[in-house]
């Protein structure tokens, strides 16, 4: 915050919440901020309709006097307020006004004799037209109309509309500089934009009776005024993620050049070789490792395209550079999974692995962050919890994050303050980054793309089945399994009540183990299970033993038995698009044909119908997210809606992909030929959230 507090218009200090504390819930904390708080809408106040003009269904200004005023106590207690003025052509017009709740001040300002001027939507009353909760103030002897539009903002409790328009107003003439334009003249011509104090002035006080078209432009926010605005936002987002990744040029990351040995016998041990794919993004990877700057790599391949080995070669690479390793998944079973692979794989070599995660009983955990901070153990698997908890690693020198979508951006950034500034970061993520954001919140990775599946898959079909089908799934899937395959049976996802999901897992478990009887042994896997019992069953079901497995949606992400090949997915109608990928990847591993059946109940609502649609006609994850992009909106897939970062404010990821590319061309020619107006431009928009941007 700026030196001097924002507007204090003698606010009254109600239960403690000061002005400044009100701005605040609304993300203002300078004066700065409230010229960039814009208006939701506006209200024409310009005009004056005559009392006896004022019809019914319009919201109109009118004025007049009061002619009697008083409480009534049916059905509720009300104030009610008559008003009266001449009528054209002789005697009286009349409105009713009509107040649910109100304080002892507007009824003493509503006595009679007093001329109000008053705004709102005319009903039909009892008694005649009238507006309830009608917008007043006592008329001064000639007072004028306003000549412009009044604003009306978004606001938050205990704030009312008039205070937030009068310091605004305030902050806007109070200082020239606040409106001035940080970017050059030349810069702006040059793209055709308003300039910021025109854009500003223009939406906080348009003009009246605006041309239909103009007026459409400023609702739909395609106005030129709002075009500036989110340029200005688009523009200072580009130079925060520049400002990022300059900063993070200058850090000093370990160089680590690794000397080969542990990653010729990790190959030799993994008993396949690498794809194309696998090759190219591996030369990238151990290119970045080697230099002194820190990665931000983000690994993307689809579901199946073998990232894991890619990672534990970064990961040896470094450990052969006398450094230590985090690698992070974001579930327990996925971290367990990994740990037991990379265990498998390193078995034998100089690599002590520590298994971490926040279900470990107090003694293990104990010792594991123990090995670590002595640096005897170089590689730690496990959960976020690794690092929520503070765990030390003191020659920390590459952190990976599987399924980094998981995440969302707001961890991505705590992951940043972590102290792991200096550490290369590999990311892993099977869901494609949208276009638009790999060009705004993401646009400080670098991207690696494994576009290659490893070979002798066979894809995936894919069956949308009515849930009155049950019973014939039920055979179906039994007969396979008994010609050895193996199947996942996932729960429906019912997000109210985890005791609810759980209770259904059960039962489901226990109706397939009574089908199956005799014949074919069913396991549970679900959220609420130790630790311990997971793996159990998870081994159990990778030896084939269990040959059905009945799940919840712990097995969403990552989990690897190349031997299944069934995946039936109960309520597939309630699971999200990338979902849905996610879980049928986890079959179609082996050479078996695979089969994902889809059992869903009628009636379906549209956008149900729109994600089986797109789940049954493509195997394609970028199709896919481009489609869950289109159905759900990017704020979902940055994970932000949970976390409440503030997104983008007026602009917008899917209907401004022009202005984003323009932005991103600015933000290089502004810095490369004004960097101060580019400092200000950031000042203005990042001011107080600076720690956005810090690495
Ligand atoms: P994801 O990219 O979804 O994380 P994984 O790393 O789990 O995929 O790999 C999927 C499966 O493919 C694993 O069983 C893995 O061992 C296997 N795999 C990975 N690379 C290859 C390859 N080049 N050839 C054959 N199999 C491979
Ligand atoms: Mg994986």
Redesign the pocket.
Known sequence: MASKAPARDGAPRKGGDTLADKLARLGIARDEDLVLHLPLRYEDHTRLTPLAGAKVGETVQTEGTVADVDIAYRPRRQLVCRIEDDAPGGGRAGLTLRFFSFDPNQQKALSPGARVRVYGEVRDGYFGPEIVHPQFHVVRAGEPLPDRLTPVYPTTAGLSQETLRKATARAITADIARTSDTLPEEFVRRRSLWKFGDAVAFLHAPPPRLAALTQRALDARTHPAWTRLKFDELLAQQLSLKAHRAARAKRNAPVLTGNGTLQKQLLDR?R????RA?QKVWREIAHDLKRSIPMQRLLQ?????????VAALAAVQAIESGRQVAFMAPTEILAEQHYR?LAAWLDGLPVEIAWLSGSLPAKERKRARERLASGDAQFAVGTHALFQEGVEMPRLGLVVV?EQHRFGVAQRLALRGKGLAEAHQLM?S?TPIPRTLAMTFYADLDVSV?DEL???RTPVVTRLVSEKRRGEIVEHVGRRCEAGGQAYWVCPLIEESEKLELQTAVALHAELAAAYEGRLAVGLLHGRMKPAEKAAVMEAFVRGEVRVLVATTVIEV?V?V?NASVMVIEHAERFGLAQLHQLR?RVG?GAAESQCILLFEEPLSDTAKQRLKVIYETNDGFEIARQDLAIRGPGEFLGARQSGMPLLRFADLERDVALIEQARDAADDLLAKHPDAARAHLDRWIGAKQEFIKA
């Open positions: 993994v396949f070789t690498l794809t696998q391949g689809d579901v199946g395209s073998g990232k894991t080995v692979k599987d892993m099977a494994l490893p070979p002798g990552g690897d190349p990847g591993r």
